[in-house]
């Protein structure tokens, strides 16, 4: 029963340390992961944990926080390869050569499927912004330096009138900008895993024998309780009837002895022993 004990505590304790992480994983909602860029904030919404040959769902929503032309923003979901480099698993466009307002909302889901060969780790994201800020400058040329004019005709002669020019230039400059962070967690092998998990199927192994043994001596346990259970209920009915036994041989014995002195004593002619008959004729 103490082995029985043992091996159902260290079962216990590996089997928290799985379900901590290192077999599986319990179904729960959705995490979130904020990215905060210059002209946008970015939330992406994955799953907390994934395995191996899962295809999950990735939503990236962005909001602009200002009035700027997008070029493109993007977000590309990644897992390290085998060889340390990330590998990409997939890329999407959000925003791509528009013009946005602060405020504005923008939503892209894209299906992700985890390779078998992934390494235990974190599937990673990284958000890139490519916008296009514009400025305007203004210029004024008054009259005596840069003029424009117009011809007139009046009364036979020609005539020309002078205006200021104004000059409007219009300049941009493009920004990039990038956020990386880690996403769901992959429940990949690892040595580690297959040591504890071989170990844990031993044990498992042993704790079902072990149960189905301690479960067949509890019922032989509870057979001989009731066998001894019957054999105290016979034995009290033999020791009662041993005692009556004993009863009545001691009588049977007490009988024998009186028996045998009154012979002894009729024999010696100490005392007469008379029948029923004769007592009787001799009243008569």
Known sequence: MNMIRHGHTVLIVLTLLLSAGMITSVAASPDVR???????????????????????????????????YVLDLTIEVLVPST?????????????????????????????????????????????????????????????????SYSWYWHNSSYGRYWWPTYYVTRSYSDSIEHGLAPLS????????????????????????????EGSALKTRLNKLQTDYNTLLTQNDSLGLALTFTRIA????????????ILLLLQKQGKIVVKSPVALKKEKS
């Open 249 to 260: 041989l001691l009588v049977v014995v007490a009988a024998v002895a009186v028996t045998s």
């Open 83 to 147: 060889s340390g480099e990330m590998r990409s698993l997939c890329g999407m466009s959000v925003v791509k050569d528009t013009s946005t307002s602060s405020g504005s909302r923008y939503s892209k889901s894209a299906a992700v499927t985890i390779p078998s060969d992934v390494l235990r780790s974190f599937m990673m994201a990284t958000v890139a912004q490519n916008v296009r800020t514009y400025s305007y400058s203004y210029s004024y040329y008054p009259y005596g330096n840069y003029y």
């Open 34 to 68: 904020h990215f905060s860029l210059s002209s946008f904030d970015v939330d992406v919404e994955y799953p907390s944990t994934v395995k191996p040959g899962d295809t999950v769902t990735v939503t990236a929503t962005a909001t602009s926080k200002s009035s700027v």
């Open 185 to 212: 967690y992959i429940l990949a092998t690892t040595p580690d895993y297959t040591q504890l998990k071989g170990e844990y199927d031993k044990l498992r192994t042993d704790y079902d024998r072990l149960s189905e």
